[in-house]
């Protein structure tokens, strides 16, 4: 298993994990996704950690380095779209990805690391164990209609 950060080269396994992670919700495909998926890696402070096996993108996590004026203007990071394939799920790959992001996270010294996850126990149950804490703060979610 190689752990890395995603390139452009990556968007055809990319955009299968996205549309796993969306399930009947739309994702940016075609000519406009690939530019999508460029951007977001372009992005400063952006990147996109997965996990290749035999030559294929099987799980991944996007992480956001925020610049931040508390804690000694050390910069946030924000996780979003942690996905596995189902059918890679349950052999500590995602918890790898998540790891890999993590490290990334302490190494440009961000002070802390946040996610939202859905209700569902085991998703809380895998953050858990990676030592997230879901007690300390109360996340709320404001969506365009």
Known sequence: MLYRTLRPDDFDDALALYRELSGTRPVADGDFGRDRFREV???????IYGAEMDGSIVSMATIHLMPNMTYGGRPYALVENVVTLKTHQGRGIG???????????????????????????????????????????????????
């Open 41 to 47: 890696l372009d992005r400063d402070g952006t990147a």
């Open 95 to 145: 918890r790898g990805v998540m790891n890999a992001l993590i490290d990334a996270a302490w190494a440009a010294d961000a002070y802390k690391v946040m996610l939202l996850t859905g209700r569902r126990a085991e998703a809380s149950g895998f953050y858990e164990k990676l030592g997230f804490d879901g007690d300390e703060k109360h996340g709320m979610i404001l969506r365009k209609a």
